[in-house]
């Protein structure tokens, strides 16, 4: 193989397609085909009888007590809030490095979302940082499980105790993951599950609460079902406006489906990660966020590597991530920008009401989240871990020779940056 950079007219490293997801097959198109016979399409009665079922199997895979079919990730953030009684105008702790739907989830349920940094090693929720931040209208801290790291579920728990807040996990990447044997969902009051298209498990779209209060779980099936009290969740006595954001049974028989094939996916590619990991280390300059020793499962939505500029000729990150894309190699650095400077968490008053309330989001610097973002992170997506051996090789040998190929980099760089 030509030793010439692809970005600059070489051969490239990948030139087969990378393992594609989702992964489906006879179990979806039956369950598919079971609804679409059964004429029982939708959401309602709620919960109808495919989203029943898939809840009570992913409440038990996650060990919550209770799980709630929704429409996705973002609304069951919305309603996690809403069925902790977070009151109006009061103040909610989360990380800036985050999908925006973790802010808006946030303005929509009327509170203000209140940004922190995170930690170098894990990219989530810095707790020293979480205590400075709660003051007298904070009522919640909102962690993110992010990519392949957990938030800090010892201090963070603790944290929320000593201060009477409501802790809610943001779960959208971490179906499955544990801490010190415990599940994400299930250590909060409430999680909240994604389950969009490119989650690691998925119906196109859908979500899920976790709770741990029947309370919580009553008001939930509650507010997704247009504020209905209905049988089996009808014991509690607030009369609450709620909206229909049912899950479909396409979705749930769906995600019954992809329930099973998860743990077996979860363990492929966690052989293929240990082999990156591995292999990595012959790469000068790239190296793998550390491992979190409470992590007793650790699940990878997006495997995370560290950039130094220093073993690339000085080049900016982005230079990299462009020549590894023309090597063939799907890989981010932008995935997620500090919310504060994300053009998606808008300041238009009209559909922010934390704006609409006096909100200012530009006051403050998040260094830490700034330096992953712009300059340090580089994010390959899961499905590239569902190959065989080969595949990781591949990814190897695409960095190994962006490495070598640093100062040629330098002399002729690439221009534009990534799209993402
Ligand atoms: C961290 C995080 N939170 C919330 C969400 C929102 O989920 P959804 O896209 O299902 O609304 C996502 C999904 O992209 C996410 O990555």
Redo the contacts with the bound molecule.
Sequence with gaps: MSERLAIHGGERVRRRPWPAWPERGEPEREALLRVLESRNWGGFPSPNTEARAFCEAFAGYVGAPFAVPCT??????TLALQAGRVSPGAEVVTSVY??V??AS?IVAAGAIPVFVDVLPDSYCLDPEQVEAAIGPRTEAVLP?H?ACSMADMDRLPALARKHGLLLVE?C??AHGAAWRGQGAGSIGDLG?F???S??LMTAG???VVTARDPVHEQRLQSLVNCGRKEPGYDGYPEQMMGWNARMTEWQAAVLRAQLERLPGQHARRAERIAQLEEEIAAVPGLAPLPPQEPVSHRTAYMFILRYAAEAFAGLPRDAVLLALQAEGVPCYGRFYVPLTEDPLFARDPHTNAAVRAGARFDEREFPVAARAAYEESIWLPHELFLGGPDEVRDLVAAFAKVQRGAEALRERPPEGRPAR
């Design positions: 996705n990730g973002t609304q069951t953030l985050t999908f739907g973790t989830a993110v992010l943001d959208a990447h909240s994604s389950m969009q490119t989650k779209e859908g979500g």
